[in-house]
């Protein structure tokens, strides 16, 4: 049985006397205002009041909460207000125990509000999102002028001792582009009994602000937010942390916004209309609307509506995806107007799935008491990702399998939830459309019935690649083949758990793919081609099946087939003919083995984490130093060869190996962790690079060059006391070239760019290593003695230091 309607919404004035740009009712997809009666009547007020009345007898309430809201309510003025306000506490406050509060964005509020909601028992919510620079961002008057100082005005009232009991909290939506903790310090300065952070409204149709840039940016901001906020000992009560944290533990969540909360709220519009949750305004034209009306049907009638029926089936409203996500029950979907798109409908994760994923991950197990860091300046970063001592160990440089293996599990979770993004996405009627339905429709059964198989497939890194490449502005890419793409993932799922299918592919050059399984030729022209599965086995042309190193220390695919693996900056090679191959067998071969004898921890990690290599066009580029990792593919690495004369492959595949593992590594810590508190805003000059690079970037690049100091320190240690003189020198410069660098660098970061808790342990975590290194004085390397490099062992400034030859 639905439960009962206890929270409504009359909306009591229909216009506006601001012009935010981000007002779901003026500026999003539902006009519908626009033919609605100004104001509220007092024959609705009348009814509406009498049909909350009726259906808290019906149900047995015995708490009733109305929101007088808009538009902006204060444009009815204090007489009409009043008017409204006694009616509902006639009629339903003479049964019911009632709540009643107004949402304004406040700069109508004066002392005369203030002494009838005091009156009359009125709670006054307050919009505001943030210092002048954030609030004015959107929130301003038709003309551009400020809203803030009238906001803050309104805000003073309400702190009087007189009128303190009538502040409701603070209302902020979140901005990307406004600093969080400034937001958080703005609002905290205004003393509010509680803070509601929201989502800004959005759909896969219209996505928000900076959607896809990175893979949780809104969890990311509001991550900080958190962070500071448990370090200042949650001085104030904030909604969404609280709600995930109930729901977590199964208790009501409060929220419409997450957790598997019922629907008990319903709206009444200015002409009488119940309409479902305002929310929906921002779907489409119509989202909200019932065609029910105070006048002509009760609250039990408006509880039968298809739309609100099926909200209160707990579960039925949620996609497959969101079903057979772990943290489904504490994040609940998110709200229900951030899943629509125009080929789904509702029937789709939120557009804010990522973010949610991480924030009823990581909001809860702040609460539950899990270990947080605390930087010198006090503030914390929420929860380690990873097992005990594997932080400290990535920033020592190379980490640990287990650690590896943790950093895997959180992007898997990603790679679903980029993949259930994909789906989501209008898929059209075209043969690749079909493809793109009919793929998902498959991946979600295989993975209930198989899902080891399926992991092990999404675990690919292009499969990662090719999910990213999906979520770009449309423009970029191949648009509906790539979408088709998901057809290739299910049917590899299929081959690999052995279940006979049948399934169009999207053609590429006359091949079908099969991500971590290789590739089919097909026959015809056309967009896609039909391909069966006959006992796991592709049935039609010739197979081309991935390569295998089946090196002990190096066990990895050399994949030359994914059409997603080629990197950014260097095109991918074609399949290899044999002799190509036997190179790069042999190549990697001897890269891993080497790696395995001088840098055994840097090559535990390789094992445990690397899946597949691919093969690019050789280019000229210091081997292993990158600033930036070539593409989102966790587990994939791309490396260039050269045939020297002698047969040997050039021009160092070990030291490639490394650098690039090391890039790999970082960006998926930096994707669990907030390391800088302004991303990128700060750019550093850099020993390898002729121009200065962004924070980010700079870490990529001396990230690398802590493991290659390490790899040619070995090296030089392993050189017999009669090598020849070029080669002790060669491993001895080499060694001073990267060490050198690399503390310049570090030291630079620290005092140059400003950290979060987890930026402030890694830099030090290399900073010690380096230190390590120096002090080392690794044998067989001249003019290195012990304590820091190039100093004769006294520490001195290192902006003052010159790279070693």
Not at 480 to 506: F, N, Q, T
Request: glycine share 10%; aromatic share 6%.
């Amino acid at each position: 049985m639905s439960p009962a309607i206890d929270q409504f919404v009359l909306k009591v004035h229909g216009g506006c006397n601001l012009a935010c740009d981000h007002c779901y009712v003026y500026e999003h997809a539902d006009q519908s205002w626009r033919e609605k009666p100004r104001t509220m009547s007092p024959e609705v007020v009348a009814q509406a009041a009498a049909r909350i009345a009726e259906h808290g007898r019906r149900h047995q309430l015995s708490v009733v909460r109305i929101s007088l809201h808009g538009g902006e309510p204060l444009l009815l003025g204090t007489k009409r207000l009043r008017e409204i306000a006694l009616t509902l506490r006639d009629v339903v406050g003479g049964e019911f125990r009632l709540g009643l509060q107004v949402q304004t964005n406040g700069v109508l509020l004066n002392e005369r509000f203030c002494r009838l909601f005091d009156e009359l028992g009125i709670q006054v919510g307050v919009s505001l999102d943030g210092d002048r620079t954030a609030n004015d961002r959107h929130r301003r008057y038709a003309s551009g002028r400020s809203s803030h100082t009238g906001v803050l005005r309104a805000l003073e009232l309400l702190r009087r001792p007189e009128f303190r009991h009538l502040y409701g909290g603070i209302l902020c939506t979140v901005d990307l582009a406004n600093d969080p903790i400034a937001v958080y310090e703005a609002i905290l300065a205004e003393s509010p009994p509680r803070v509601d952070l929201l989502f800004p409204h959005a759909t896969w149709e219209n996505p928000p602000p900076r959607h896809g840039e990175s893979p949780a940016p809104y969890a990311a901001w509001l991550g900080r937010v958190h962070s500071r906020w448990l370090a200042d000992g949650a001085p104030v009560p904030i909604r969404l942390f609280d709600a995930l944290t109930a729901a977590s533990r199964g208790e009501p969540s409060g929220s419409e916004a997450v957790g598997l909360r019922p629907v008990t709220l319903a709206v009444v519009d200015t002409d009488g209309s119940w309409e479902q949750a305002d929310s929906l305004k921002t779907a489409y034209a119509g989202a909200p609307a019932t065609g029910m009306s105070v006048f002509t049907h009760s609250l039990d009638s408006l509880m039968s509506h298809p739309g609100i029926a099926a909200r209160n089936e707990r579960h039925a409203e949620l996609s497959a995806t969101c079903m057979a996500c772990p943290v489904m029950r504490t994040c609940g979907g998110g709200l229900y107007a951030h899943r629509y798109s125009s080929a789904g409908g509702f029937d789709n994760p939120s557009v804010y799935c990522a973010d949610l994923l991480v924030l009823a991950t990581e909001v809860p197990a702040a609460h539950a008491g899990r270990p947080a860091a605390a930087s010198p300046g006090g503030r914390r970063r929420v929860t380690d990702h990873l097992p005990a001592g594997a932080f400290e160990a990535f920033a020592a440089g190379a980490g640990t399998a287990e650690g590896v293996r943790a950093l895997q599990e959180m992007q898997l979770i990603l790679t679903k939830t980029l993949v259930a993004g994909t789906a989501a996405r209008p898929a059209g009627r075209s043969p690749l459309g079909a493809a793109a339905s009919e793929g998902w429709d498959l991946l979600l059964e295989l993975e209930k019935r198989h899902p080891a198989e399926t992991r092990d497939v999404l675990r690919h890194p292009f499969v990662q690649a090719w999910a990213d490449r999906c979520r770009r502005p449309v423009g970029f890419g191949e648009g509906e083949r790539d979408r088709a793409h998901i057809a290739g993932v299910a049917a590899a799922v299929a081959w690999r758990a052995g279940v006979d299918v049948s399934l169009p592919l999207p053609v590429r050059a006359g091949l079908v793919h099969l991500p971590g399984v290789g590739a089919l030729r097909v026959r015809g022209d056309g967009p896609t081609a039909v391909v069966s599965l006959g006992d796991g086995h592709p049935a039609g042309g010739g197979p081309l099946v991935i390569r295998r190193l089946t090196a002990a220390s190096l066990p990895v695919a050399v994949e030359d087939l994914d059409p997603y693996r080629a990197d950014e900056d260097r095109p991918a090679l074609g399949r290899l003919a044999t002799p190509e191959w036997d190179t790069w067998r042999t190549a990697l071969a001897g890269a891993g083995s080497e790696l395995a004898r001088l840098v055994p921890a840097y090559a535990a990690t390789m094992r445990a984490g690397l899946r597949a290599v691919v093969p690019l066009r050789y280019a000229e580029t210091e081997p292993g130093v990158r600033d930036r990792p070539s593409r989102r593919a966790f587990g994939g690495v791309g490396l260039g060869l050269r045939r020297r004369p002698e047969g040997r492959a050039g021009p160092d595949p070990a030291a490639a190996l490394l650098g690039e593992f090391q890039h790999t590594k970082l960006a998926a810590l930096l994707d669990a962790y907030a390391f800088f508190t302004a991303q990128d805003a700060a750019r550093l000059s850099v020993p390898w690079r002729p121009e200065p690079l962004p924070a980010r970037q700079v870490l990529h690049g001396l990230y690398a060059h802590v493991a290659l100091a390490e790899l040619w320190g070995a090296r030089s240690a392993e050189l017999p006391r009669g090598a020849a003189p070029e080669r002790q020198e060669e491993a001895a410069a080499a060694f001073r070239r990267y060490l050198n660098r690399a503390d310049i660098t570090v030291d630079a970061l620290a005092a140059q760019v400003p950290m979060e808790a987890a930026g402030v342990r890694f830099t030090a975590g290399l900073r010690a290593a380096l230190d390590r290194l120096s002090a080392d004085g690794r044998p067989g390397v001249r003019g290195v003695p012990p304590g820091r490099p190039g100093t004769g062992g006294t520490r001195t400034n290192s902006r003052t230091r010159r790279e070693g030859p």
